[in-house]
């Protein structure tokens, strides 16, 4: 039997009591952890570093996401791939038939640059997807290089693409008898193990002034995002900031006609305005949708509508500049709800100003964010 088809060799890194072995780590949701990578240990670390698990642990996977924690388990997920010699040929031909099913060059060439950042990552940047012994990979590993190349803050879509092509490699392996049926069920569920809720986030009226501060440069970007940002904190949803037309925005009275189930006119605040006004300025009287997706340089792209995924790294990517967590477009139109209700605004108010049918929803909204906190 091939290496990696089923069995696992034990590492030889010496145990550490102040970290749990991974081999403990719930892996599955349909079959428990296989005996063959229960003796996998990591690297040494100090014993405060890293908390031990709860003896009661929840379904699917749990790592500690304790400060160096991350670094400790890729160097292990790296040591346990390449501990052994890869037959090169044979990992290029797994890779290769699976991308040579793909009919569109330009596919082609996407779901191979997914497999390699996916190799990058396990493999600590030491080789492509092509020489990734991908029959050796475990539950385990895959649940820790998913969490780090979505740490890296790329876009949703990108994710679901690189373990997208990742089970179409794992099922190649399984066809050549490499992987057994239970290693194959354990890997498709490890790529498709859904994130654990976050919890809901209210900005700080200083957050808000530090997020909306790294809009602040003449540049065509800053503009842009500027305007989103100003948009979301106007209690807008994000399907409603997409869906703006050019013609919604009335400069003289700087008002803003919201389409949609819940139409309405808001007017947004002056320092929100003053962002739209400055964007409306630069972008032109081009007809179209009021927020365009930019080429790289910020040239306008042609006049279309910019996707959830490009607003949702638009406010990614402005979180970071300001020092702040990672934040969803939710959360920001979360905070101007709440903020509505502190400067003592009615609920009926409230609820009408974001869309809301009426009062009964926002408090539903409260109730959602609650559960999250509870569930995050």
Known sequence: MPAGSGTQAKGNLPLNPGLPPLGTLHCSVRSPVPESY????????????????????????AIPRARGADTYYLETVATELLSHPVDGALAA?????????????????????????FANVAS????????LPWWRLQPFMVVVVRREIADQSCAPSTLRRVLSSCREVFRRCHQRGLINDATLRDLVDASRHPEPPRAATVLSADQCAALLAT????????????AVLALLLAKLKPAEVIALNLQDWDGSRRTLRVQGSRARTITPSGHHADFLYAWVARRGPLPGPLILPLLRGGRPAKPRRMSQDTLRSIVHTRCLRAGLPRLSPRDLRRTALARAVADGWSPTEVAASAGLYDAKGLRAHRRHDRDRKTQG
């Not at 809009?215 to 500027?226: E, F, Q, S, T, Y």
Request: aromatic share 0%; charged share 20%.
């Open 215 to 226: 809009c602040a440069g003449p540049d065509m970007v800053d503009l842009r995002d500027g």
């Open 38 to 61: 229960r003796s996998l240990t990591v690297a040494p670390i100090h014993r405060a570093t890293i908390p031990r698990l709860s003896p009661v642990a929840p379904v699917g996977l």
């Open 93 to 117: 031909s797994i890779v290769s038939s699976h991308l040579d099913s793909i009919a569109s060059p330009r596919d082609r060439r996407t779901l191979a640059n997914a497999l390699d950042l």
């Open 124 to 131: 600590g940047g030491k080789c492509a997807a092509a020489a």
